[in-house]
């Protein structure tokens, strides 16, 4: 799939802030996820969205290339994600580590799809 530098950008920074909310300090103190996320150092959001986006720009870059109409997101069914995933995981895994690495990656990639901006006049679009 082709995206812009923008949209990759606001995919993992979505992505990440969607990972630092789940965690423990977050959900029990319920502060603003934007306010902890601006609180949160360089360095520390550098290596949250580093580990990030090694392992969802992979899988977005060998989903399909599909048509995205102005004001929309481009959607994939979840088998779809799990076959690109799948792919990109090596196998020097066991079976176990590579069913909770899957599930733990598609739930990224869906993250990373539920936070792209809806597509802008001239963005990429595929012609005829």
């Not at 920074?13 to 601006?38: P, Q």
Request: net charge neutral.
């Amino acid at each position: 799939m082709r995206l812009t530098e923008h949209e990759l950008t606001v995919a993992l920074t979505g992505t990440a802030k969607s990972v630092l909310a789940s965690g423990r300090r977050f959900r029990k103190g319920g502060a603003d996820i934007d306010k902890v996320w601006d609180e949160t150092d360089r360095f520390q959001r550098f290596k949250l969205l580093d580990s990030i986006g090694t392992q969802i720009f992979p899988v977005l870059t060998d989903l399909p290339d599909i048509d995205v109409p102005v004001g929309g997101r481009p959607t994939f069914p979840e088998e779809q994600i799990r076959e690109s995933v799948e792919r990109n995981i090596g196998d020097d895994v066991g079976r176990l580590r590579r069913a909770v690495t899957v599930k733990a990656r598609v739930a990224l990639v869906q993250a990373a799809l539920s936070n792209l901006p809806p597509r802008a006049e001239g963005d990429l679009r595929l012609e005829g």
